[in-house]
């Protein structure tokens, strides 16, 4: 059983940057894929990144490419994700997700864990 819970979001201006946490608890990180989802109010859910295992594979998704860098510290059970020269689009409720293999394809039913989902605002 592996517990995801996202932190770090909150209110920021365009421009400006945010680092969000990915704390797994339940089962190491180890075992684990991870990626970020996010969705903003009346839009699908959209993939932005994801990492595999031992962090030698990363994916974006083009409408984050050279803004956002995924990373992980399996010592400390935690995937994070920074996030740099924030948009207005880029506001969304944003998720973690734990899968056992490692794909690009952002296919939702590959994530078996979800965190409970963490606000991120850009705005004025």
């Known amino acids: 059983q592996l517990s995801l819970v996202e932190s770090g979001g909150g209110l920021v201006q365009p421009g400006e940057s945010l680092r969000l946490s990915c704390a797994a608890s339940g089962d190491s990180l180890d075992y684990w894929s991870i990626g970020w989802f996010r969705q903003a109010p009346g839009k699908e859910r959209e993939g932005i990144s994801c990492i595999s295992r031992n962090a030698m594979i990363t994916n974006y998704a083009d409408s984050v490419k050279g803004r956002f860098t995924i990373s992980r510290d399996n010592a400390k059970n935690t995937v994070y994700l920074q996030m740099d020269s924030l948009k207005p689009e880029d506001t969304a409720v944003y998720y973690c997700?734990?899968?056992?293999?490692?794909?690009?394809?952002?296919?939702?039913?590959?994530?078996?864990?979800w965190g409970q989902g963490i606000q991120v605002t850009v705005s004025y």
């Open positions: 997700a734990a899968s056992r293999v490692f794909s690009d394809s952002y296919f939702s039913d590959l994530y078996d864990y």
